[in-house]
């Protein structure tokens, strides 16, 4: 009788490549077992395997800019490509979404990982990256080298301020953002209406209140006077900073119980919930929003200049029928602007080619071609105070009747109001926006809704925010902020 | 008579059928509808634009131009990274967790007990408190913005090899394995050949989750990866939109293109797919 464990040892012996062989032609018999989907999977890796194994590699690049917006990158890519020199000088532009570059800015930031040269970034993401002592902030202070530049006087003055902590500059802002009130004007002109005259909040809702009817009789206004909510936390700040409210003081200490809050929530907070309610809640950036502008719904919106673009873009019937005018004050001699939003060119402390980084950034922000390009692409006016007198921006505009636009918003650049860098705006802003609401449902229920009667009950809601708002700064130690 | 009612309950069932079918093909219908409309047209009407056309409405003004303008922007280049990122996962992933599960599941060694506790405790922690740590290593290994350090962290999900690890477990007798090694075979002839036909339905469930999970990823790659050349359709598709204004033709386009591959394959498949969920569901 044989032993079985014969055929094994001689087995053993085979040599190492055999057996090797033989696994795989095992494998293969088993692998044929497994069904045709995930064959398909296994035929699609190795195509595209191919395809990404020869696909293009982008170059090495010394400098590398991060920027969110597909605009910005159209209008950089042509400028530095005409960059003579180097080709490892000139910036590589990453395109990321905001929410990425904050990510990896603040990973940087915190944990000493590599961020770009440059990085563009918004007002909405910067905050996160003043938290914190002023030597400490990831961004490289600018200061010393703008004022010996000459571009502290370069720049609009009040368009440095969302990006300075304590009188340090840390960023060069790209744009300016002042608010003016566009309106349908082929329904106004056509009811016989004069706005060009209204200087202030009041006037502008008497003037309209006529054309404010109910045609069908429903008991629901078919216009309003305007597109506004006390839900709508932007727009509450913007009326808040055309008012001369203001939510820190220079030092960024909170300053959200002011007696002007007060006033200028409780005059807001009155246009809402009056029975005559002369504003309406409309989304700005919805399809739905869209067709109530396209209907006339609201007669007239609170329009930074980025504002223009979208609605050429995504509402183009509404073109030819609207015109500008600056926004009516809250009381007469009042300002007539404001402001809302912003992206400042920030240098990472950690970059080591600052200087190269710096003379790129030069060309990109204080560029004509650029300024004018930004101007027309996306009807943005640029900071930079000795651009203002360019042409372009004298050009009529026929999305708005052939009103001279551009030389309009930059007339109102100078007065925008000055902002802060505090990191604790965002929620500062949420809190104020909470403060309306219940200052609305407190006058609903009290039947009170003249502005005046609403102020002491909004000094008093106001106050819950700001202490808020300090319990939250006073769990920063460096915030000087105690509870 | 009894034929009659057997017929009306049919026709309810298939109207109702009808209906439900309807209501999910109806976004479907709009998003393609929306892709073929140019931009000035986009908010003109729910469907096809208002024109002189059939039904009152402006069939030519339908237009290719949006998937034009897409290809044109190097979206085939994010497809075919997308294709590898989704299928390179997934069969990494299946193997790597069917081969750890395997051993969880029938090896005695020193400390098993503990690394499988380590499995599942992983599988309580949030992906998105990963993040942070994950860039940090990936840094430290000079794995950023490469294709492996997308990859990598993919191939051992803590989730397929518990899951892997409990379908060895039910599904493969000790005893087939032992038999096995007293007919000579190598352990990893035992694996392809014994557990990996054994664990086959549970082979195709985990294939699908993992190709899907890749090819929806969204967060990683955009952290991970900066360069354009590698970035999938997900974050592709999220650079179009602008800050100040978005093309949602072109939008509707890119995820028509993000859609449809993806949503081909698994309805030309399902059958194999689901004949392989269920192929060990009955025992003979």
């Known amino acids: ?483 | 008579m009894k034929l009659q009612n057997l017929n009306f309950k049919i026709l309810c069932l298939h109207a109702f059928l009808i209906l439900l079918a309807i209501i999910v093909l109806f976004p479907f219908a709009w998003l393609i509808i929306a892709s073929l409309k140019s931009q000035e047209d986009f908010f003109s009407g729910m469907f096809v634009p208002p024109g002189d056309g059939l039904f009152g409405l402006g069939w030519d003004k339908l237009t290719l131009d949006n998937y034009k303008a897409l290809f044109k922007l190097g979206f085939g280049n994010s497809l075919v990274n997308s294709v590898f990122y989704a299928s390179a996962s997934a069969l990494f992933a299946t193997l790597i967790s069917a081969a750890t599960g395997y051993i969880l599941a029938k090896s005695r060694f020193r400390g098993r007990s503990f690394i499988t506790l380590i499995v599942l405790g992983a599988l309580i922690i949030p992906p998105t408190l990963l993040i942070a740590p994950s860039y940090e290593l990936l840094y430290s290994l000079g794995l950023l913005d490469s294709i492996w350090g997308l990859l990598l962290p993919t191939f051992a999900p803590a989730f397929g090899v518990f899951l892997f690890r409990q379908a060895v477990s039910q599904s493969v007798p000790d005893e087939l394995i032992e038999a096995a090694r007293i007919d000579g075979c190598s352990e990893l002839t035992i694996f392809l050949v014994i557990v990996l036909p054994l664990v086959r339905p549970m082979i195709g469930a985990f294939m699908l989750i993992t190709f899907l999970g890749m090819w929806n990823n969204f967060i990683s790659p955009q952290i991970i990866l900066q360069s354009e050349s590698k970035q999938p359709l997900s974050v592709a598709i999220a650079q179009l939109r602008g800050v100040y204004r978005t093309d949602y033709g072109l939008l509707m386009a890119a995820t028509v293109v993000s859609v449809a591959p993806v949503a081909a394959l698994f309805l030309l498949l399902q059958k194999q797919f689901i004949s392989g969920l269920t192929s060990g569901a009955v025992k003979g």
């Open chain 1, 1 to 483: 009788m044989t032993n079985p464990f014969d055929h094994l040892s001689e087995y053993r012996q085979y040599a190492w490549g055999h057996r090797m062989l033989h696994s795989i032609s095992v494998a293969l018999i088993s692998l044929r077992s497994l069904s045709a989907g995930i064959w398909v999977i296994v035929a699609l890796f190795l195509l595209s395997g191919i395809g990404v194994l020869f696909s293009t590699q982008s170059k090495s690049h010394k400098l590398e800019m991060w920027v969110f917006s597909p605009e910005h990158q159209a209008m950089y890519l042509p400028m530095i490509e005409s960059q003579s020199g180097d080709e490892r000088i000139k910036p590589h532009l990453s395109l990321l979404s905001i929410a990425a570059i904050k990510s990896r800015m603040m990973s940087g930031f915190f944990g000493g990982l590599p961020t770009a040269d440059l990085i563009e970034v918004e007002r909405s993401t910067v905050g996160q990256a003043f938290m914190g002592p002023i030597e400490a902030i990831g961004f490289r202070d600018l200061t010393d080298r703008m004022e010996s530049e000459g571009l502290l006087e370069l720049f609009n003055p009040p368009s440095l301020s969302p990006w300075s902590v304590q009188g340090r500059v840390f960023g060069l802002p790209h744009d300016v953002h002042p608010v003016m009130l566009a309106y349908r004007a082929d329904l106004v002109e056509a009811a016989g209406i004069d706005l060009e005259q209204v200087e202030t909040w009041e006037e502008f809702f008497d003037a309209l209140a006529p054309m404010m009817t109910d045609a069908d009789g429903n008991g629901i206004n078919d216009r309003y006077a305007m597109s506004f909510w006390y839900t709508q936390p932007d727009n509450v700040e913007l009326l808040l900073l055309q008012g001369g409210g203001h939510l820190f003081d220079a030092q960024s200490k909170p300053t959200l119980n002011s007696s002007i809050n007060a006033e200028i929530l409780s005059t807001i907070v009155s246009w809402c919930v009056d029975p005559s309610q002369p504003v309406i809640d409309i989304d700005e950036f919805s399809a739905a929003g869209h067709q109530a502008r396209i209907d006339g719904k609201a007669i007239a919106y609170l329009c930074p200049d980025w504002m223009c673009s979208i609605w050429k873009m995504h509402v183009p019937l509404i073109a030819g029928k609207m015109k500008l005018i600056p926004l009516p004050a809250f009381k007469e001699g009042g300002r007539r602007t404001s402001v809302r939003g912003g992206t400042m060119l920030g240098f990472p402390r950690s970059s080591e080619n600052f200087d190269t980084s710096w003379e790129s950034a030069k060309l990109l922000y204080t560029s004509p071609e650029i300024a004018r390009e930004l101007y027309r692409s996306v009807d943005i006016i640029t900071p930079v105070r000795s651009l203002w007198d360019d042409p372009v921006y004298d050009e009529p505009d026929p999305f708005f009747m052939n009103q001279r636009k551009g030389q309009m918003y930059i007339d109102l650049a100078p007065n925008i109001p000055t902002r802060t860098s505090s990191p604790y705006n965002t929620s500062a802003v949420l809190e104020v926006r909470d403060a309306a609401v219940n200052l609305a449902s407190w006058a609903k229920s009290n039947e009170m809704y003249q502005p005046e009667d609403l102020e002491a009950k909004a000094l008093e809601l106001l106050e819950i925010a700001h202490q808020n708002i300090v319990r939250k700064m006073a769990r920063n130690a460096f915030t000087g902020v105690e509870n």
